[in-house]
């Protein structure tokens, strides 16, 4: 027997749900939405209210269509990316970024394009392949940032920290920036020097100035700081954890240096890549051991780490060369996904919108909370496990990959939409802020073709080799 389902109606505002609304996927907000009609939704919480009403209902609607597979979508990404930068004060080893010919930034009049993609905005990343903070007219894109945002958007940034200070830190707090994720890399001034191609002081700066941002009485957000896995950084991992946590980090991030896709990756610096690769020191499992003990020790004692270290020790020279579209036209037309139109809600007596029945809702009783957690918390649940019987089971046909129904990825300076980071937009030309408003790119027919695909077992291949990819059987 089911558990009583909550209606609409007893259900408070999702700003009032947690201090985290963003945390969506099997939680009792994304429970309570599989129960609804995609109208019933977007008419409930469009008359909340709240000044951000539109906001949320165009969230609450997105994430339907993201449950039921949706191949054009009647809502807007919420979740947005703007290429601040190429330019970059620094000169990372592990980056394509000091290589590119001639760096490009978003000129302060471009952020035009990206209007009414901030109205609806709830997580606005500001990034680039460059170091947003070193942007020339900084002040002035973020006035202009801020005259399109709406007042419940999160903003967050990756930057290097080099310049995490003074103005524009004051910048930042203006933008309401909530999370900040701040490329360290190192653990000693020696080593961020060969990492980042620093000046000597510039590491104990940086540290500094996060120490200053964690310490400022008027932001309580979030902080993050990561490090790329090489051969000069493995070695440090543990003195990273210590000397960051010092300075007051709860958050971290570890990164493996990611498989070549082809063997021209970076410009013509294929070889220094796979040479960064920490799998050449002699000693490399040992010092993958302790860098995982010390992970260890440090969620213990209640740090967050995000961290792969099984995961350090694979190749990178390993380079695959999918195509993007290696499915004929006719192929991509069996692949249809057919989207089944959730039931119409009843009426009831007293006149309000009845849940729908029968729409393959979870059976988890809905509350009028939500779960709580960091603003990067996985979007998808952990991928099947495997049969206790050792076979390799089945993998579910369906990809529940979030980045074509929620996210704008913008990474490029022609304004180009991306389908994500991972790939460009199938099929030629790529939707362009600059020719088309954010409906029509965002219902262009590569991302309906991904979304289509996603729901079938014959995906677009580069989906089956996303190392970002979860799946979840229906």
């Given amino acids: 027997?089911?558990?009583?389902?909550?209606?609409?109606?007893?259900?408070?505002?999702?700003?009032?749900?947690?201090?985290?609304?963003?945390?969506?996927?099997?939680?009792?907000?994304?429970?309570?939405?599989?129960?609804?009609?995609?109208?019933?939704?977007?008419?409930?919480?469009?008359?909340?209210?709240?000044?951000?009403?539109?906001?949320?209902?165009?969230?609450?609607?997105?994430?339907?269509?993201?449950?039921?597979?949706?191949?054009?979508?009647?809502?807007?990404?919420?979740?947005?990316?703007?290429?601040?930068?190429?330019?970059?004060?620094?000169?990372?080893?592990?980056?394509?970024?000091?290589?590119?010919?001639?760096?490009?930034?978003?000129?302060?009049?471009?952020?035009?394009?990206?209007?009414d993609s901030l109205g609806h905005a709830l997580r606005v990343s500001l990034q680039g392949l460059g170091e947003p903070l070193a942007h020339p007219q900084f002040e002035e894109l973020a006035a202009a940032i801020r005259k399109h945002l709406n007042k419940a958007a999160r903003l967050e940034i990756?930057?290097?920290?080099?310049?995490?200070?003074?103005?524009?830190?004051?910048?930042l707090k203006s933008l309401q920036v909530r999370v900040l994720q701040v490329s360290v890399?190192?653990?000693?001034?020696?080593?961020?020097?060969?990492?980042?191609?620093?000046?000597?002081?510039?590491?104990?700066?940086?540290?500094?100035?996060?120490?200053?941002?964690?310490?400022?009485p008027s932001w309580r957000c979030y902080l993050k700081a990561s490090m790329v896995i090489t051969r000069h950084s493995l070695p440090e991992v543990p003195q990273f954890l210590e000397?960051?946590?010092?300075?007051?980090?709860?958050?971290?991030?570890?990164?493996?240096?990611l498989p070549l896709t082809?063997?021209?990756w970076g410009f013509g610096r294929t070889r220094q890549y796979i040479d960064l690769w920490c799998g050449h020191l002699p000693d490399a499992a040992a010092l993958v051991e302790e860098g995982s003990e010390a992970i260890a020790r440090y969620r213990e004692m209640g740090h967050k780490i995000t961290a792969t270290p099984e995961q350090w020790l694979d190749r990178v020279e390993q380079w695959q060369t999918p195509e993007l579209i290696q499915l004929s036209t006719d192929e991509r037309q069996t692949a249809v996904f057919q989207d089944s139109a959730a039931a119409a809600p009843t009426?009831?007596?007293?006149?309000?919108?009845?849940?729908?029945?029968?729409?393959?809702?979870?059976?988890?009783?809905?509350?009028?909370?939500?779960?709580?957690?960091?603003?990067?918390?996985?979007?998808?649940?952990?991928?099947?496990?495997?049969?206790?019987?050792?076979?390799?089971?089945?993998?579910?046909?369906?990809?529940?990959?979030?980045?074509?129904?929620?996210?704008?990825?913008?990474?490029?300076?022609?304004?180009?939409?991306?389908?994500?980071?991972y790939m460009e937009t199938p099929g030629p030309p790529p939707p362009n802020l600059t020719r088309v408003p954010i409906d029509d790119a965002y219902n262009d027919r590569g991302f309906r073709l991904v979304r289509r695909?996603?729901?079938?077992?014959?995906?677009?291949?580069?989906?089956?080799?996303c190392t970002y990819g979860t799946f979840r059987s229906p």
């Avoid at 060969?194 to 002081?201: R, W």
């Avoid at 695909?453 to 989906?463: E, G, K, S, W």
């Fill in 347 to 421: 009426q009831r007596p007293d006149g309000e919108l009845a849940p729908v029945e029968g729409d393959g809702s979870s059976d988890a009783p809905a509350s009028g909370g939500l779960e709580c957690g960091p603003l990067d918390a996985a979007v998808s649940a952990p991928p099947p496990e495997a049969p206790a019987d050792g076979t390799q089971g089945t993998r579910p046909s369906r990809v529940f990959c979030p980045m074509v129904y929620t996210t704008l990825s913008v990474f490029h300076h022609s304004l180009d939409v991306s389908t994500c980071c």
């Fill in 453 to 465: 695909t996603l729901n079938t077992d014959r995906h677009v291949p580069v989906c089956d080799t």
């Fill in 158 to 171: 990756i930057t290097n920290g080099w310049l995490l200070s003074g103005r524009r830190w004051e910048l």
């Fill in 185 to 216: 890399n190192a653990a000693t001034d020696r080593t961020h020097q060969i990492a980042m191609g620093s000046k000597p002081g510039t590491f104990d700066r940086v540290l500094d100035n996060i120490e200053q941002v964690l310490s400022d």
């Fill in 1 to 115: 027997m089911k558990p009583p389902v909550t209606p609409l109606e007893a259900v408070r505002s999702i700003e009032d749900l947690s201090p985290n609304p963003l945390v969506y996927e099997r939680t009792a907000f994304m429970a309570h939405i599989r129960r609804y009609d995609r109208e019933a939704l977007r008419a409930y919480y469009g008359r909340q209210k709240s000044k951000a009403a539109p906001v949320w209902a165009n969230y609450a609607v997105n994430l339907w269509e993201y449950e039921h597979g949706v191949e054009e979508l009647t809502s807007r990404p919420w979740n947005v990316t703007i290429p601040i930068t190429e330019v970059c004060n620094a000169k990372c080893d592990f980056c394509s970024s000091p290589l590119v010919p001639q760096p490009k930034a978003l000129a302060v009049h471009e952020v035009e394009h990206f209007a």
């Fill in 243 to 257: 000397v960051l946590a010092k300075r007051g980090v709860k958050h971290f991030q570890f990164n493996a240096l």
């Fill in 262 to 264: 082809s063997p021209d």
